[in-house]
């Protein structure tokens, strides 16, 4: 056996003290023989054992006296070992299957290497980690326990318990990040840090700081946790104004490309890996990509994005998720306290997906409406009740609209619906009255200088609630906007249709005068050209159109807030190049002739303001909007005499075949084209006009008409199924570069002509 070297102290004084009689066999320390571990040299001529030389311990041999410690080392050592215990108790919960049965066998080993007088290791707990790397999957959050408190866990140790197949997954993501300074340049702008740094607990809960968005998370952390930053940082450069771009940026790749560029990784690397998004981070960061889209008008990703994210939620479980108990984080240093709860969280992801369901006309993903019930809002702010309120609300219009959509329903389907939307009125109403009257006038515009990143936050929830309530009223009333005047009961629907896209214009003024960055809360973009479309669509009704003083400063007070719009559209489109901004703002243009009651009198092909309006919209066909005037301005001069503006009286003319009288004669023409673009034209009576039967096909009716009343003065609006036009079918989840409207328009019409 090799001779030992002879012990020294740690400052490598002399041997210490007189020598001991030791038993046959013993070669440990003092030091390791009280920590149990192996005592090893790294050389033969080393005189301090490995362990004591990595821990700065005296190095003192059994042959020699034990000296206690003094009081200071004593404290480190119990410090030391309190910390060995919380690891070995890690690992123990993130690898039970591996780490119970091996730790058994070590004590084992502990116990006969004792008897005998040996040390064991303390890193046999390593082996069980490395080699054995917990499964991040989406069933992982059934199985962890988490009432543990928090202890922050060194990088180091995330590098040994992060799978090597996703080694890769995490240098790719991290290579992805701009530059620090960049980063730091673009978040200093505006309030988008902070509302994304809130976006999963609120204002008024606690929540990691704005700050923590700047900083790049190491290249050893998990894929989740790197793609969640890198969305963070897209969503907030999409509310970055292009007047107010940093001008010192170290990369000169435009943040629109960045952008994409991020999402496209984050896409490719972790939001289709189910074994990367079964964790709160994963979850969040599928909601981001939904976000990202939505703003970017991609509403058709954003909602797939969106059910791919309810389908991890309900796989996880957290639609019946306790509150008290956080859900599962990949992040050793997430405070449990600042994690987003399951019930937020499965709120949130119900109120977005039914939102862009009511928009593309499609059903909901669950009809869950428990975050509504009374006993869970106690706690709740007014606004987030209000909120609360809408998302169960847009569900009940968006099974109404099912129930309408039903083209062979008989009258009594047709009756349930229209009672069904009363009761949804009334909801409304009920959530409105929840709030103060001052709450729902427009609010003073905050400093932007002056500010904070809370109250400009604050101001842009408050205009976006109200415009969300008024958005909801219009798509809830559209279908009844352009039924027969003659009948008073759609009156109410009309008057609210009007009233409430003024309201919500008004109010998209206000909030495009807060931020012009055109990917900056894009719905109320939608929110306004709906409110538009359905406030000019509205002068078809001939009563709008009378000369009489009150009538006529209406009309010119709407044709000026749809000119405002318009304008700030075409602003957004200039300075962004938005393709959507533009093609909003050329809609309005050519529907503002129907505010004009001295349009003159247009041939079908002649070039003006007379032309007809045709919108070409994919998988549904041509709507065409003819605002042409049937009469002279004489004719129209004794007509504006003799009609009432609010009247709604039904001329009787009796059996007789007399003629009517010229200015009786005027009626609006519904086309419906049918195949090869035959029409069917309805007259003023809501009858068939005198058509050759032998061009009707057979399967042609009047359900898809607009019956105006005889005091009508345009003709038509029709609409062509033409299914010839390559245009009419995009990709089914195309960008909005190759598909503008993703659908929303089609809605539109189908709501209004059903």
């Known amino acids: ?78 410090r030391l070992s309190r910390v060995e215990g919380m690891l070995e108790r890690l690992v123990e919960r993130i690898a039970p299957e591996h780490y119970t049965s091996e730790r058994a066998q070590d004590r084992s080993d502990i116990s006969s290497a004792s008897a005998e007088g040996l040390d064991s290791s303390s890193d046999i707990l390593a082996p069980s980690a490395v080699e054995h790397p917990p499964v991040l999957g989406i069933l992982d959050a059934l199985r962890e326990d988490h009432y543990t408190s928090y202890v922050p866990t060194p990088a180091s140790d995330v590098a040994n318990t992060l799978p090597a197949r996703y080694a890769q997954a995490s240098r790719v993501l991290h290579a992805t990040f701009p530059c620090q300074h960049d980063i730091d340049a673009i978040l200093a702008l505006g309030s988008g840090a902070y509302f994304v740094a809130t976006l999963f607990n609120g204002a008024d809960c606690p929540s990691d700081p704005a700050s923590s968005i700047s900083e790049v998370p190491p290249v050893s952390s998990h894929p989740a946790l790197l793609a969640k930053r890198l969305m963070q940082l897209a969503n907030c450069m999409q509310k970055v104004s292009p007047n107010n771009m940093p001008k010192d940026l170290v990369s000169k790749e435009p943040l629109r490309a ?92 119900n109120f977005s997906d039914r939102y862009l369901s009511l928009l593309l006309g499609l059903s909901a993903a669950s009809d869950d409406d428990s975050f509504a019930e009374p006993e869970r809002m106690v706690n709740n702010t007014p606004i987030e009740r209000l909120e609360k309120l809408h998302t169960v609300i847009t569900g009940a219009i968006i099974k109404r609209n099912a129930m309408m959509s039903n083209r062979h329903r008989q009258t009594a389907a047709a009756d349930a619906a229209f009672g069904t939307t009363q009761a949804i009125d009334c909801d409304l109403e009920i959530a409105a009255k929840s709030m103060c009257t001052d709450w729902w006038k427009l609010i003073a515009l905050p400093d932007p200088a002056t500010a904070t990143a809370a109250e400009l936050t604050s101001a842009h929830g408050h205009v976006m609630m109200q415009m969300n309530h008024h958005h909801l009223l219009i798509l809830l009333h559209l279908p009844y906007m352009m039924r027969n005047p003659k009948e008073r009961r759609w009156d109410y629907s009309k008057t609210t249709c009007l009233q409430a896209s003024r309201s919500l214009l008004s109010a998209y003024l206000l909030f495009r005068h807060l931020t012009d960055a055109a990917s900056a809360c894009r719905h109320t973009d939608y929110g306004a050209l709906t409110a538009a479309m359905t406030l000019l669509l509205g002068y078809l009704d001939p009563k709008l159109r009378a000369r009489d003083p009150e009538t006529t400063r209406v009309r010119g007070a709407d044709r000026e807030l749809a000119l405002s719009v318009r304008n700030v559209m075409r602003d957004m489109a200039d300075n962004a190049s938005d393709k959507l901004a533009s093609e909003t703002a050329d809609i309005i243009t050519r529907l503002l002739p129907l505010t004009d009651v001295d349009l003159p009198m247009g041939q079908g092909g002649s070039s003006g303001p007379e032309t007809p309006v045709r919108l070409e919209i994919p998988y549904l066909g041509i709507v065409t909007i003819n605002p042409v005037s049937r009469r002279t301005q004489h004719e129209q001069q004794q007509y504006d005499s003799s009609v009432t503006p609010v009247s709604t009286a039904r001329h009787d003319y009796g059996s007789g075949g007399g003629e009517r009288p010229a200015a009786e004669t005027d009626h609006v023409r519904t086309s419906l084209a049918c195949g090869n673009n035959l029409t069917i034209d309805i007259d003023n009576d809501g009858g068939d006009a005198l058509v050759d039967s032998s061009l009707q096909p057979p399967s042609a009716t009047a359900e898809h008409s607009v019956a105006f009343s005889e005091e009508a003065c345009f003709s038509y609006m029709q609409f062509e199924p033409d299914i010839s036009s390559p245009y009419q079918f995009p990709e089914a989840a195309a960008d909005m570069d190759q598909w503008t409207f993703q659908g929303f328009d089609a809605t539109f019409f189908e709501s209004l002509l059903s």
């Open 258 to 349: 960045q952008m994409s560029r991020f999402v496209s990784v984050v896409a490719d690397l972790v939001a289709f890996n189910d074994d990367l998004v079964g964790s709160v981070e994963g979850l969040e960061t599928l909601y981001l990509i939904t976000l990202y889209h939505v703003n970017a008008g991609n509403l058709r990703k954003s909602w797939l994005a969106l059910r791919r994210a309810l389908a991890v939620a309900q796989l996880m479980g957290v639609d019946g998720w306790p509150d008290n108990k956080p859900l599962k984080s990949i992040n050793p240093r997430s405070d449990p306290s600042t994690r987003a709860q399951a019930s937020f969280l499965w709120y949130h992801l």
């Open 1 to 78: 056996m090799p001779q030992l070297p002879v012990r020294r102290s740690s400052n490598g004084g002399d041997p210490v003290g007189k020598r001991r009689k030791v038993r046959k066999g013993t070669h440990s320390c003092w030091e390791c023989r009280r920590r149990k571990t192996r005592c090893h040299f790294s050389s033969v001529t080393a005189t301090v054992c490995a362990g004591c030389e990595q821990r700065g311990t005296s190095c003192l041999g059994q042959e020699f006296p034990d000296e206690p410690p003094p009081t200071s080392e004593r404290g480190l050592a119990q």
